[in-house]
């Protein structure tokens, strides 16, 4: 909702451009990697993970790189459109529910 | 499919009121979970079953009850609520278990409560 995308780092993009949203994890021992679309108002949306024994996958109109060695996490979506307007969110897990870690989010405003 | 359903979608409670979020998914799935999401912060768990008839505890469950006694029902409860429990509430599900392998978790439309 509104009040969770406040205080939120945000990226501004103009429609048609690519995307960048980074993220942080802190645990080297996490295996598995999300990232998730949180539209206002609304609940989590899966968008596409990756294994921590590849660097790169590719869905449609995204691309998430994984970075072990600095423990980093990117998202890249293409041809930014408007309805790409949302938070945009890690999970790093590590092994069971109680070893999952969520990030804070990135706010990314598509310009039209 | 509905996916997964919560009610209410706001509610506002005093101090020491107590109350149930209702969390419902119709996609046959073992694993649910609630989770909070407070601004700032990540979402943090609160609690999660792996089946009906188990729960356990998640990062915050203090001042929360869950049960399972189906497996498409997963209701949480609010013992007698604080303003520090003023948060959104989701629910999720998932074909899964999220452990070192691939899963997919579908989260509801959340409960935005405000506690005064």
């Known amino acids: 909702g509104e009040s969770v995308g406040l205080h939120l780092p945000t990226l501004s993009v103009q429609e048609g451009d690519n995307s960048i949203i980074n993220c942080a994890y802190s645990?080297?021992?996490?295996?598995?990697f999300i990232w998730y679309k949180q539209e206002s108002g609304k609940g989590p949306q899966f968008i596409i993970d990756?294994?921590?024994?590849?660097d790169k996958r590719q869905g449609q109109r995204v691309t998430v790189l994984l970075n072990k060695t600095v423990k980093h996490l990117s998202l890249q979506i293409a041809a930014t459109q408007p309805g790409d307007s949302a938070v945009y969110f890690c999970?790093?897990?590590?092994?069971?529910?109680?070893?999952?870690?969520f990030g804070t989010g990135t706010k990314l405003q598509v310009i039209p | 499919n509905a996916g997964v359903t919560q009610t209410p979608k706001f509610q506002v409670l005093k101090t020491g009121q107590s109350m149930t979020l209702q969390c419902a998914q119709d996609?046959?799935?073992?694993?649910m979970s609630w989770y909070r999401q407070d601004p700032g912060m990540g979402l943090r768990l609160i609690h999660y079953?792996?089946?009906?008839?188990?729960?356990d505890q998640g990062e915050v469950p203090n001042g929360y009850n869950v049960s399972r006694s189906t497996t498409e029902d997963f209701p949480l409860r609010l013992l007698s609520a604080a303003p520090s429990q003023t948060s959104v509430y989701f629910c999720?599900?998932?074909?899964?278990?999220?452990?070192?392998?691939?899963?997919?978790?579908?989260f509801g439309p959340g409960t935005r409560l405000t506690v005064t």
């Open positions: 999720a599900s998932s074909p899964e278990y999220p452990g070192t392998g691939a899963y997919e978790q579908y």
């Open positions: 645990n080297s021992a996490s295996d598995y």
């Open positions: 990756i294994r921590s024994n590849m």
């Open positions: 999970a790093e897990n590590s092994g069971g529910y109680q070893k999952v870690t």
């Open positions: 996609m046959n799935h073992e694993y």
């Open positions: 079953s792996v089946g009906a008839g188990i729960t």
